[in-house]
């Protein structure tokens, strides 16, 4: 069983208020990754870290949204602006290597009314 | 460029019966795949990953899947459904690239189970 944890649990935001969320990675994983999950179950790749260090980001990610992964503290991704179309389920996950094994946690779910 | 098709929305199989959930791929070279299950409310759990070497791949809870590449699939089959499999199952591939690896999912299937 995966041993990352998300907080919080839900996340309810007003349009144009910040949400921050956190992830505590897997004890010994140096990757750490955000995915996005709409309703529709499609999965966007957000940002990815090994250890402190951002390996690759989005377009989107780089306007509105700000991740980091300070050592020893939990990881956090920030929505600065919550937009209606942010609503979504976040999904962290870590890994050893890569992307070859992801361990996910149970995710934030983020709505924007 | 590189995807997951799932062609089927939905699956719904007896409890006790066969399953098999469809996975098609794209990708050039070979790949590494996984199927991750998603139950209400909660995250992705890892049910079973494939790298290069056997094509049968066994999983947890009696998962198994098999890769293909002639026919480009990685096809996840369980020989007895229990209603705690009702879920949404999801395939992936690993997609490599210069700054880092990241996963390539389908859109996923549900899993009904029927009494």
């Known amino acids: 069983n995966s041993k990352v944890i998300q907080t919080p649990r839900y996340l309810v935001k007003g349009q144009g208020q910040k949400a921050k969320m956190r992830c505590i990675p897997e004890?010994?994983?140096?990757?750490v990754f955000w995915y996005q999950q709409n309703k529709n179950n499609e999965f966007k790749f957000l940002i990815n870290f090994q250890n402190q260090e951002v390996l690759q980001q989005i377009d989107m990610t780089e306007k509105r949204f700000s991740a980091e992964c300070p050592s020893n503290s939990p990881c956090s991704l920030e929505i600065q602006s919550s937009e209606a179309g942010d609503s979504a389920l976040y999904l962290c996950?870590?890994?050893?290597?890569?992307?070859?094994?992801?361990?996910f946690g149970s995710g934030t779910r983020l709505t924007v009314l | 460029a590189q995807s997951v098709t799932q062609p089927d929305a939905r699956v719904t199989v007896s409890e006790g019966a066969s399953l098999q959930l469809r996975c098609k791929y794209s990708y050039f070279g070979t790949p590494y795949l996984f199927w991750y299950v998603q139950y209400p409310r909660q995250g992705l759990q890892l049910l079973l990953k494939y790298y290069p070497g056997d094509p049968v791949v066994q999983g947890v809870n009696g998962f198994e899947a098999e890769f293909s590449k002639s026919n480009s699939s990685f096809h996840l089959r369980k020989a007895s459904v229990h209603w705690s499999d009702w879920a949404v199952y999801f395939c992936a591939v690993s997609l490599y690239g210069s700054s880092g690896n990241k996963l390539i999912f389908g859109i996923g299937t549900l899993l009904s189970v029927k009494p």
């Open positions: 004890k010994g994983h140096p990757v």
């Open positions: 996950a870590s890994s050893f290597r890569g992307a070859e094994t992801l361990y």
